[in-house]
């Protein structure tokens, strides 16, 4: 069985964000960006993703898939079988995130569901047959905030980021997705696997030309129907205290509040939510004392807040749709992987 890194050194840990942030970019360009030469960049990343240390995917964006519904649940458990809930969800081919709770007996999960029958059995039947789950809260997600998927873990400069990804001019519209064509869901079948599969592969899995792949991708991207991501333990880039935040803003103050936190350089996901809680924030810190900074200098002056529930990650079952490796969740008693 392969191993993970369990430490990564200066350059690779600075080659790993440049690919969180553009998980698709080419070796010249993340060279360029660097400041490094392109063979460096093929031998010190080339091992990574050989060992799982990162994987590259792509996940859908429901507000492009009508039949999709978002919904993030967080799920208490008996915890002596949190495990065993955790992997089982994680199994499953509609989620996207499982977390396993500071607690020990909760589970924070996304699920993407495959239209309202799907929903249905899972909350009305399926987790309500099941002895090892003793409640749950379900949020629809309303709207994700793409700028944190910009986050780099502090290790590139501005600079360095817009080198690599330039910011693009603020659109006097939402870019309009291009209409399905019969190719795509092969395309993302492919890029699921692989996020960096080569246009000729793709091709090959699409029964089209590398041309034509490589356009219906761009296309795709740009749409905002796909987004290219990244996958890899964030404990490697110095992120050592994950939580999610629950808060509740006022109406009136939900738009503006979602924009500050979103681009907050420790935010890596942003979404507004059903439920007593409207605002759900995915953030990586360096530590704690990092994590109460941020709760008292970012959120504390924000007036449209009224409620903070903070819940600091116990390890990472799966991430933008790939199960963690090596694939253990610690019980309530075990240390913490790197979550």
Not at 22 to 28: L, V
Not at 66 to 72: D, E, K, N, Q, S
Not at 151 to 176: C, K, V
Not at 196 to 208: H, N, P, S, V
């Amino acid at each position: 069985m392969q191993i993970m890194r369990q430490t990564l050194d200066e350059t690779d840990r600075r080659i790993a964000a440049a690919l969180l942030a553009a998980p698709r970019a080419s070796w010249r360009a993340l060279a360029r960006c660097l400041e490094l030469s392109e063979r460096t960049v093929v031998r010190r990343v080339t091992p990574l993703y050989a060992d799982g240390t990162l994987r590259a995917t792509v996940v859908r964006n429901p507000a492009r898939f009508p039949h999709l519904i978002p919904l993030a649940l967080r799920i208490r458990c008996r915890p002596h079988k949190i495990r065993q809930v955790a992997h089982a969800l994680a199994r499953r081919a509609d989620t996207v995130w499982v977390d396993v709770l500071s607690g020990g007996d909760e589970i924070s999960t996304i699920f993407f569901l495959d239209g309202p029958d799907a929903r249905n059995t899972l909350l009305l039947r399926d987790l309500p047959a099941t002895d090892a789950v003793d409640s749950w809260t379900s949020h629809t997600l309303l709207r994700v905030f793409p700028t944190a998927f910009r986050w780099t873990a502090g290790l590139l400069s501005p600079e360095e980021r817009a080198r690599l990804t330039p910011e693009p001019p603020p659109p006097t519209a939402p870019p309009a997705p291009p209409a399905p064509l019969d190719l795509d869901t092969a395309l993302i079948a492919a890029l699921t696997e692989d996020g960096r599969a080569t246009y000729t592969e793709l091709a090959r899995r699409a029964g089209t030309t590398a041309l034509t792949a490589r356009r219906r991708l761009d296309a795709l991207v740009r749409g905002q129907v796909l987004r290219p991501a990244t996958e890899i333990d964030l404990a490697l880039l110095g992120a050592h205290a994950e939580a999610l935040l629950w808060i509740a803003v006022r109406p009136g103050a939900l738009q503006e509040t979602a924009r500050i936190l979103a681009v907050h350089p420790q935010v890596r996901f942003c979404a507004a939510t059903t439920g007593p809680a409207n605002l759900v924030v995915a953030l990586a810190a360096a530590d704690l004392d990092a994590l109460y900074t941020f709760l008292t200098d970012a959120v504390g002056p924000l007036d449209g807040v009224t409620a903070l529930d903070t819940t600091p990650l116990l390890a990472t079952v799966k991430r933008t749709g790939l199960i963690r490796h090596p694939s253990r969740t610690p019980g309530p008693s075990d240390p913490k992987e790197g979550a």
